[in-house]
């Protein structure tokens, strides 16, 4: 490892140690259809990594060696042209529509940027004019239905939670589906689920995902694993999420200021009794503030984005703020290296109620007939509850998480010869996050749990995790021509190095209005500290023949300091193949490309993988404080062998193009197996000893994913368009647990989530009663398979029109079927007598064990999550101290349909461990994600 | 080109003197390996501090559930086991499941103190020996009073409840002969009276149980639970930690015992009996009962005595309005001074069982309680050896309440869990230790917890007194060892 971070500084030295004559570049892209100018246009210097964009008005100017020989313009959505520059100093352009986006380059999964047409797999893009369509907040609602093969669903409306991100199935029973995440090519935290030491809030647990900084954003790319995956080595079996920062665009200083205002609102679509909404709900106010600013020569660009975020919230103690700003610095040394470097930062704090599992939880209590049926009170006796019960515990909730996260890269980029570009990245993700719970004595009265007057039951709670990543990248590629064969060889090395200290300060019988646990008559604390490395090399090469096939190979090896010599480097190999048919000259001739435009086919195959967790290979005592002493007890079992789970993925599809490219079908056959599968199973009880997790699982999916996209008219006011993909999960199986017995991975004694051999991962445990005629039990199936949570076939839409380019409407949605989750509401409503009828009269007195199977349902739902209507300004209504005025209006989660009687998103059910797994599907005291409605104001200067 | 190269050069040097700052592999382990701690050479006081802590933690998994099981307590509304209170065991039940494990896991931590800590550990003392024999006792001994039959080792071949008590005995005879702490010894010779008595040996039961009371007259040790640090006692939750749930609710007829245990302070949690003196008197009193009418007057005797030690076992005195009795159903559950309880249909109503639960304070005794009084334990009120055995039985019902202990009295047995049947090569499903046992005597569908209440009339009768029952079933294979 030594050696490779000399080698890079070598490199580093050595490209910026030459120098090279360059020279001018100027021109104009317009589109081919109506001849407007085209913004924020890539136009590269084939051969190096140089590069530009369009301003405003489809300019861009750019130096270019002397020895360079072609021009890259490309756009999304539109044909890439490659031009000789030869002798020329101005190139004006004119970009055709081309919905087949073949030429796209992408980054994820390649080292450096490679056509999509060269790609045996597929990478799923955002560009930043999808993205406008939606309140900037967080990545995972950011990315809610816009991804055609991943579903992204948040756990609870309240402010930082988790969200399950998932889209091949589930290849690990042991790790959170949460895709690694990059930032400017700098891995982040995405601890997606509770940590080691966290705040307990009954269900919703906080999550690193939220408070990603993602201002400024230029694009985002998903790969869900498989052979794209590969070269991310031994963490990234549930794929890659890399998103970019917006680099700045040369030319003059652009402003650009955007605020948002709006109400939140909580939903009442799946409330058991409208009361609650009375009782609870309110509407806030959100209000955004965001300052852009961008520009640069075109040596040096510059971008700088800066947002204040402030959300009451849609009921008491749910209260947000954040500040967040990123700023990019791209500059061009000198002809061989290039400098990037971008900073981010967020600061966000939140309030967070009880909810779920706990007994604390207002909305639960009222949802689930802890108070009575609601839906039976009078006004006067509603008004009572809200005033004499609710309002004193929500005034005295106080329960606030913290979180500061500093994100930097700084790579540079060097290109010493024609053909050969590398690149070293260097970033740190830093998060600090603090979670504090002041429960008083007046609380725990309020909440009845002490009786009036206690004085010495207060408490306080104090849990800090400081996250530090350090991301070092390295990759070089070369491309090289030899008759009708092209290749692009890549090698890279990456190293990770996380540091995550956590520490839970407790303070009990703590003086009332203390905020400190200094002022309690008793302390204790417990910490956790894990420090680790992960490194990887790997190598590819990327072979085309006559432009039209192209082979992909590639080898990675991981290593990870938790596990010691004996484990070793892992190797996880790819390859793959992709043949762009519809160049073929006799395809051609043969078929009229208003029929079929485009066709290309592919297969691969490839691996990647999971590190177990850290350490578990040890076999250790634990030491705990036992009254007042040290206490010895046996830990975990430990296992020598201890090491990553390998999903291997077949795949094959095919990108279809018809009507000229008007529709854009992608089709993908899947199959992926999960050998050396990490299971925390137990051992024979008889052993006595603590779950251990051993490399005894197999695990298989299989499935279809679709995409399509119709460009339904496109003329010359008007223009609609309509996406929307369909994925089916054929198979979701444990296929062997190594003879190991099941085990629960969330949920509850009566009715849990468990891993057994031939049962889906999570899938649903509990009595499945079955009921005579006259109502009564007739028998049950004890530990019955109730149905897995995983859906079967899920996917998203999404349709844009627009009209003269000034009226933009945008709706976004996404649906799932064939999953089952527990509505644990109702149980709970069914121990207050408020049952609804699944339970036959004559078996309300049966051991709910047995008949737990009632209360799992169908969860399937299409949801609307996003409506975005926006207006250009025309010229006349705005001052010429503005380049763009637009006004927009944007209705976030506005219709819900749904199979079951509670919200099927949401779940009281997190991982059990921090970055476990977690498959959700326990509806249960947690508030759904609320309505908003914005109206926003966007000013370009 | 040449000055690139001195640049280079250069900068290749700093790199290489500079690489040892940037060292990435650096590592932090944050667990203790069974290295580190047994390299310490003092591990042994530690481990014994652990199995203190571990015996708090299996009582944590067993407690609850036994009592739920039994009649002495209802589970009104919880995810506490709901089939156990029909009762129902089935073997895929976890907590069948989570008692089997964690009382093989008081075993080998015992047995791994005394084979791998003690040999690591020079200053190991014969009392901490003896602590780790009666912990593995201890292990057997449940083993023996909770299961049809068990594995006796990992993987190991289920083995009969005399079988367990075998090697309990042993363990226990092991932890008496070399221990010096006399206190400590009391104990020992109250689990060896335990264990015979399970077995029906009469003299040896005797013999220890004598042994123990004239050691140790007031003796009782407790488990102990650690409200700040964990494990905080999870019978003290259910009956009254979790605030607004109304959990665990009582037999009518013990309402006056209960809660036992509550919270001390914030962080304070109260302690479990594990062994106390009460019971040698219990044993000898049994084991005269069942020498037949002889032994009546005897017998009579050994109960005044037990109840001697409890008229000075401690009780506290703390608000209890928490704790509501009819929350969750206004009205169902006696709760007020006035009320009078029947044990039975048809029995005489007594006065002063249920404690004024909304009073500012209650009174309960925390080691040992009864409604009996010493002096009415006389021959003109229990002059037959049945009346004396449900007396008895009734006695121990109260002084054991929420110690766990009613379960076995009753002859319920868990089977071993589905887990062991399909990991275990020596265990097939269907074998006898995989059926759990229900004696036919005990009523369905939660029978034993089933009451009448008239609110107005302030009267509760309880459906079926269990002691009459045990009674009338004496000559069962499944209970009162020292008849069968």
């Known amino acids: 490892m030594k050696k490779l971070v000399q080698s890079l500084f070598v490199l580093l030295l050595i490209a910026s140690s030459v120098l090279a004559q360059d020279r001018r570049i100027t021109g104009k892209v317009t589109a081919a259809e109506d001849g407007l100018p085209l913004p924020g246009v890539s136009v590269k210097v084939i051969g190096t990594n140089q590069g530009t964009q369009t301003d405003a008005n489809g300019n861009f100017a750019i130096s270019v060696p002397a020895n360079a020989k072609s021009l890259e313009i490309s756009y999304i959505g539109f044909a890439s042209q490659t031009l000789q520059i030869g002798t020329r100093s101005v190139f004006n352009v004119a970009l055709a529509n081309d919905a087949k986006q073949l030429s796209e380059v992408v980054v994820t999964g390649q080292g450096i940027g490679i056509e999509k047409k060269r790609l045996s797999t597929t990478v799923d893009k955002i560009t930043s004019e999808e993205i406008a ?23 609870s409306g309240q402010p930082g939670t988790t969200s399950l991100i998932r889209s091949r199935g589930l290849v690990s029973a042991n790790s959170s589906p949460t895709p690694v995440i990059y930032v400017d090519g700098v891995r982040v935290d995405n601890l ?68 948002q205002l709006g109400a939140v609102s909580g939903t009442k679509d799946y409330l058991k009794y409208n009361e609650t909404a009375d009782i609870l709900f309110k509407t806030g106010l959100s209000q955004s503030y965001r300052l852009g600013l961008s520009g640069g020569s075109d040596k040096t660009t510059y971008s700088f984005s800066g947002n204040i975020y402030q959300n009451d919230g849609f009921r008491p103690n749910n209260a947000q703020k954040r500040y967040n700003f990123r700023t990019n610095l791209s500059s061009k040394l000198n002809d061989i290296v290039a400098y990037s470097g971008s900073f981010g930062f967020s600061a966000n704090q939140f309030g967070r109620d009880d909810n779920a599992n706990s007994s604390a939880g207002s909305f639960g209590n009222l949802e689930t007939g802890a108070y ?25 909730v106080n329960n606030l998480e913290t979180v500061r996260r500093f994100q930097t890269s700084q790579s540079f980029t ?88 956590q520490n839970a300060l407790h303070g009990t019988n703590v003086t009332e209005g203390s905020r400190s646990i200094n002022n309690s008559a008793s302390t204790t604390s417990e910490d956790y500290e894990q420090v680790l490395v992960n490194y990887g090399f790997y190598a590819a090469e990327n072979i085309g023949y006559k432009n039209k096939l192209f082979a992909e190979f590639g080898l990675r090896f991981d290593g990870n300091s938790a596990f010691g010599k004996d484990v070793g480097l892992q190797s996880f190999p790819k390859v793959g193949l992709s043949y762009n048919i519809s160049d073929e000259s006799f395809f051609v001739n043969a078929i009229p490309s208003k029929v079929i435009s485009q066709l290309k086919l592919r297969a691969n195959y490839g691996q990647a993988g999971q590190f177990p967790t850290a350490f578990a290979n040890d076999r250790t005592l634990t030491s705990n404080p036992f009254l007042g002493v040290p206490a010895y007890n046996l830990g975990q079992a430990g296992d020598p062998n201890l090491r990553p789970e390998t999903t291997s993925t077949y795949e094959a599809g095919l990108d279809l193009g018809l009507l000229n490219g008007k529709m854009n079908i992608s089709g993908t056959y899947y199959q992926t197996k999960t050998e050396d599968a990490l299971f925390l199973a137990p051992f024979t009880p008889s052993y006595g000893l603590s779950n251990q997790l051993r490399n005894i699982g197999e695990i298989s999916n299989k499935g279809w994913e679709f995409a399509a996209s119709y460009h339904i008219l496109s003329k010359k006011d008007f223009d609609l368009s309509f996406n929307a993909s369909y994925n089916l999960l054929t198979e979701s199986l444990v296929t062997s647990s190594g003879g190991a017995p099941e085990f629960s991975i969330g949920g509850f004694t009566f009715l849990g989530s468990f891993v057994k051999e031939g049962r889906a991962i999570g899938y649903l445990r509990g009595s499945k009663p079955t009921f005579a005629s006259d109502g009564t039990l007739e028998s049950f199936e004890a530990n019955a398979d109730l149905g897995s949570p995983i859906p079967k076939h899920f996917g998203s839409m ?144 | 080109m040449k000055s690139n190269i001195y640049k280079i050069f250069a900068a290749s ?31 042994m006081t530690p481990w014994i501090n652990g199995m203190e802590r571990q015996l708090a933690l299996t009582y944590n998994e067993l407690i609850v559930v036994n009592e739920i099981a039994s009649d002495n307590y209802a589970n009104t509304e919880t995810y506490y086991n709901q089939s156990f209170d029909t009762p129902v065991f089935n073997n895929t039940d976890e907590n069948v499941n989570d008692v089997l494990q964690t009382i093989s896991r008081l075993r080998e931590s015992a047995i791994y103190g005394l084979e791998v800590v003690k040999p690591s550990d020079e200053s190991t003392t014969p009392d901490q020996e003896a602590e780790l024999y009666f912990y593995k006792g201890l292990s057997h001994l449940l083993l023996a009073e909770l299961f049809v039959s068990a594995p006796a080792e990992p993987d190991g071949a289920p083995v009969t409840a005399a079988e367990q008590i075998g090697m309990a005995v042993e363990a226990f005879k092991s932890a008496l002969d070399i221990s010096t702490n006399a206190d400590n010894k009391v104990g020992y010779n109250i689990a060896l009276a335990r264990a015979y008595y399970r077995i029906g040996d009469k003299p040896n039961a005797r013999t220890y149980a004598n042994a123990a009371i004239s050691q140790g007259a007031n003796y009782v040790r407790f488990i102990k639970y650690d409200g700040l640090n964990l494990p905080a006692n999870e019978m003290q939750v259910a009956l009254v930690d979790r605030g607004s749930f109304d959990d665990l609710q009582p037999l009518p007829r013990l309402d006056f015992l209960d809660p036992k245990y509550y919270a001390i302070t914030a962080t304070d949690n109260s302690n479990v009996p594990l062994l106390k003196i009460e019971e040698a008197h219990l044993i000898l009193a049994e084991a005269n009962l069942s020498d037949g009418i002889t032994g009546l007057p005897l017998a009579l005797i050994n109960i005044q005595n037990a109840l001697g030690v409890v008229s000075n076992r401690p009780k506290s005195t703390f608000n209890d309005q928490v704790d509501g009795r009819t929350q969750d159903d206004p009205g169902s559950r006696p709760n007020e001074a006035g009320v009078t309880v029947a044990a039975g249909p048809g029995e005489m109503r007594i006065p002063g069982l249920v404690l004024e639960r909304q009073a500012s304070t209650v009174t309960v005794p925390t080691v040992s309680g009864s409604s009996i009084s ?25 002084i054991f309440i929420a110690e766990g202990r009613r379960f076995t009295d009753l002859g319920l047995r868990y089977p071993v869990s589905y887990n062991e049947i399909v990991s275990n090569p020596n265990i097939n499903e269907g074998d006898p230790a995989t059926v759990g046992q229900i004696p036919s005597f005990i009523p369905k569908a939660k029978g034993m917890d089933s009451f009448t209440y008239d609110k107005d009339e302030g009267t509760a009768v309880i459906t079926t007194n269990m002691n009459k029952v045990l009674v009338a079933n004496k000559n069962d294979a499944s209970i009162m060892p020292f008849i069968n």
């Open chain 1, 133 to 155: 369509s939606t309140p900037i907040v967080q990545l995972d609602q950011l990315l809610q239905a816009k991804l055609p093969s991943a579903q992204i669903r948040l756990g």
């Open chain 1, 192 to 259: 997606n689920t509770q940590a080691n030491l966290s705040y307990d809030s009954g269900g919703a647990q906080s999550s690193s995902i939220p408070d990603i900084p993602i201002e400024n954003i230029e694009s985002i790319e998903f790969i869900k694993g498989g052979a794209a995956t590969t070269l991310y080595g031994a963490d990234a079996a549930n794929g890659v999420i890399q998103i970019f920062t917006k680099k700045g665009v040369a030319g003059k200083p652009e402003i650009n200021f955007e605020l």
């Open chain 1, 372 to 396: 009575g049926d609601l839906s039976e009170f009078t006004s006067f006796q509603i008004d009572s509850l809200k005033n004499r019960v609710i309002s004193p515990i929500q005034r005295n």
């Open chain 1, 414 to 501: 060097i290109t010493p010869m024609k053909d050969l570009t590398s690149k070293f990245t260097f970033g740190i993700d830093s998060r600090n996050s603090e979670q504090k719970q002041i429960a008083t004595n007046a609380y725990l009265i309020a909440l009845e749990f002490e009786a009036p007057g206690t004085v010495d039951q207060g408490y306080i709670d104090v849990y800090n995790r400081s996250f530090l990543g350090l991301t070092g990248d390295f990759n070089t590629q070369y491309k090289a021509e030899l008759n009708d064969f092209s290749f692009i060889s890549t090698v890279g090395a990456q190293v990770f190095r996380n540091i995550d200290k």
């Open chain 1, 798 to 941: 999404g349709l844009n029109f627009s009209y003269k380019n000034k009226l933009n409407l945008s709706i976004t949605g996404d649906y799932q079927m064939g999953a089952y989750g527990v509505n644990v509401d109702e149980v709970l409503r069914y121990f207050n007598g408020l049952q609804d009828d699944r339970i036959p009269e004559a078996s309300l007195e049966e051991s709910f064990f047995d008949i737990a199977g009632v209360w799992v349902e169908k969860t399937d739902y299409l949801k609307i999550r996003n409506i975005s209507l926006s207006y250009n300004l025309p010229k006349q209504f705005t001052s010429n101290a503005f380049k763009n005025v637009e006004i927009g209006v944007i209705v976030l989660n506005p219709l819900n349909f749904y199979s079951s009687t509670f919200d099927p998103e949401i779940t009281g059910s997190g991982a059990n461990k921090q970055g476990g797994v977690s498959v959700g599907g326990f509806g249960f005291g947690t508030e759904s994600l609320p309505r908003q409605f914005i109206g926003s104001l966007r000013v370009k200067f």
């Open chain 2, 13 to 43: 040097l700093l790199i290489f003197s500079s690489c040892s700052l940037l060292d990435p592999t650096e590592v932090v382990n944050p667990n203790l390996t069974e290295d580190n701690i047994l390299g310490t050479g003092s591990a």
């Open chain 2, 374 to 398: 010493s002096a009415n334990v006389t021959l003109v009120n229990y002059p037959s050896v049945d009346a004396a055995l449900e007396l008895l039985y009734l006695v121990r019902q109260e």
